[in-house]
Structures are given as C-alpha cells and as structure tokens.
C-alpha cells in the first residue's frame, strides 16, 4: 500500500466524523465484545474429527484457533453430542438403510448418520486440545432416543427446548457468535435458532468446517443470510 494512504487511512479512522469514509477504502473495524457477547463453542468432539465415526474434513484444524477466539469472550458455552445407543438418527437403527440417506420420522426429514457420540464413549469427548478452561457451560444434545438434536436451542421436532435460551436472556447475553462442527448441520441450526430466539448471531466461518451433504452447506448459509445472522472471519475478533 502507498505509504501516504496508509497514513491517511489511520488519520481517518482515529476521527469519529470521518472513520466512515476509511470502510470503503478497506479498512475493517474490529468487533467490540463486551460481557453481553457469548461464544457458543459447538460440538468439538472426537467423533466429529479425522479417524472418528463421523469424521469432518479438517476438523482438528480448527481447535487451536477456537482456543485463541475463547480467549477473548468472558461467557463461553460449549455443546456436545451425547446419543444413546441405537439413537433412532443412526442408519443402523433402520433395517436396510444407509449412512447418509434420509427417512420420514414423526417430526420430517431425517439424515440417517453413523452411529456416533455414544455418551460415556471416547469417540463422544471434547477434543483433548480443546483449552477453554472458562467455559461456564456444556449442554448436552440428542440424548432423547427418538429425535436428532443439532441445535444448541431446540431439538430436530422444533418443540422441545434445550433451556439454553433462557439460560443466556437471564444473563444478560445480547449477541452470540457460534463456531465449530459441522457449518451445515449442528452450527447452522444452532444460529438460526439463536435468531429466532432474539439475540442477534454471527458465524465464525474459518473457525467451523462442513460436512457439505448434497449442497448442504450452500443451503445452510443462504438460510443464515436469509435471517441476517453475519458471516465474519476470526481475525475481526483479533
């Protein structure tokens, strides 16, 4: 950059009147956290990393950068898959189905997985290099036999409460920012859930990772626009 607009870039934007013409330019502003702001940490376990049940592509890559975000937020939430066995969303509880293809339960449409994050298994920890020691909360998910839970607010039949929502109004907590596995499923319905229940919601992209099932992860952010919830990177939070 011409060292003369750098200099007028860091002018402008130490002016409030004038900060507004340094965006144009390429200037980012940094968001601004503050004891209203939660980060909502979902499902970093093992089953959801390379070598697990339901392995993510490069899911493991995104831990140490959740660690150095967390850092930043005083209210931390981590979420974790917790499934009995035989859970009703495993492929292998329905006869002659498949991972990955979908069949009509009482509340819709149900992608079949792999048996994955049976609770009390290893497969179903947080990832050992999860460091977030300030953590005030981790809610655990789809342990009902007979429905899936992807979200951190609502489980899959859209009736039954988590109680975090609650949880985060007595609080206080205005905004969240959600991270983790997987973009298109756990992360996505946790942040349209989140906007429905009030709080305004950004996603953290570069600190989450996709399964992308048939153009679900396209599908997933076109929703999250579509309800205002912010697209950012970790380096605004820097």
């Given at each position: 950059?011409?060292?003369?607009?750098?200099?007028?870039?860091?002018?402008?934007?130490?002016?409030?009147?004038?900060?507004?013409?340094?965006?144009?330019?390429?200037?980012?502003?940094?968001?601004?956290?503050?004891?209203?702001?939660?980060?909502?940490?979902?499902?970093?376990?093992?089953?959801?990393?390379?070598?697990?049940?339901?392995?993510?592509?490069?899911?493991?890559?995104?831990?140490?950068?959740?660690?150095?975000?967390?850092?930043?937020?005083?209210?931390v939430v981590i979420t974790q898959d917790w499934h009995t066995r035989g859970h009703s969303s495993f492929a292998s509880a329905h006869p002659g189905s498949k991972p990955f293809e979908q069949v009509d339960v009482y509340y819709g449409k149900q992608v079949l997985w792999p048996d994955h994050c049976i609770q009390g298994t290893a497969d179903a920890a947080l990832h050992a290099g999860l460091d977030i020691p300030h953590a005030q909360l981790i809610l655990r998910k789809g342990f009902h036999q007979n429905t899936d839970s992807y979200s951190a607010f609502l489980e899959a039949d859209k009736k039954t409460a988590t109680g975090l929502g609650g949880y985060l109004k007595q609080r206080g907590i205005r905004r969240l920012y959600v991270c983790g596995l997987a973009t298109d499923f756990c992360v996505s319905w946790t942040a349209l859930d989140g906007r429905d229940a009030g709080f305004q919601v950004?996603?953290?992209?570069?600190?989450?990772?996709?399964?992308?099932?048939?153009?679900?992860?396209?599908?997933?952010?076109?929703?999250?626009?579509?309800?205002?919830?912010?697209?950012?990177?970790?380096?605004?939070?820097?």
């Open positions: 950059m011409n060292p003369y607009r750098r200099r007028s870039l860091t002018l402008l934007s130490g002016i409030p009147a004038l900060a507004a013409f340094a965006a144009p330019l390429g200037v980012r502003a940094a968001e601004t956290l503050d004891d209203r702001d939660a980060l909502i940490v979902v499902d970093v376990q093992n089953c959801f990393m390379p070598g697990g049940t339901l392995p993510v592509k490069e899911g493991d890559q995104i831990v140490p950068l959740i660690n150095r975000i967390a850092r930043g937020f005083h209210n950004a996603v953290i992209e570069d600190a989450c990772r996709a399964i992308d099932l048939n153009g679900s992860l396209t599908a997933a952010w076109a929703a999250m626009t579509k309800k205002g919830i912010r697209r950012i990177q970790s380096s605004s939070l820097a």
